[in-house]
């Protein structure tokens, strides 16, 4: 059994983007749970490691609530996918999930990730991708931003979790 040791966690009192930086070496993996809103009408949500902008590929899938079917899209820029916006059904937010392999690693560094939103019992998505940062460094920070212009929404959070894989361990809160 893998155990989960919280390393930060962040909450916007005013509007911006959520920076997790200083992030240790000591674990295996690191894994991201954030909640999301950004506060203009555009949904769109930008993920970065290490301010890193360049030097990424992405492959995604996914699908709404208004009919049958998937979407698909390939990008080589840190727009992950889209989030609650400030049309969007009062007080709600959407959820990220992110995990990171081997984010230590002196080799490329691959995020795993799921975003998950509904408004008002109308829309509902999810979205489900890939990514590759090429960086041989260790991820030692983690920003998520309004990547089309504005800011996240006061409120919107993020929790960082080391990852140890192979204890025997649980969650750990330190």
Known sequence: MSAFTVIAHTELSAQGSIVLSSIPNTYDDLMLIASLRNNVENPFIGFRLN???????QLAISGDGSGAG?????????????????N???????????????????TSKNVLYQLFGATANTTCFQQMGGTRFSTSAAISSITMYNWGGGALAPYASATLYG???GSSGGVVVS
Do not use: C, E, Q, W
């Open 70 to 86: 998937l979407g698909g899209m390939t990008r080589t820029d840190d727009y992950i996918g889209s989030i609650m916006h400030a």
């Open 88 to 106: 969007a059904t009062a007080n709600t937010f959407g959820t990220l999930t992110a995990y990171i392999p081997d984010y230590k690693s002196s």
């Open 51 to 57: 301010d890193i902008s360049s030097g990424i590929s």
């Open 163 to 165: 990852v140890t894989r």
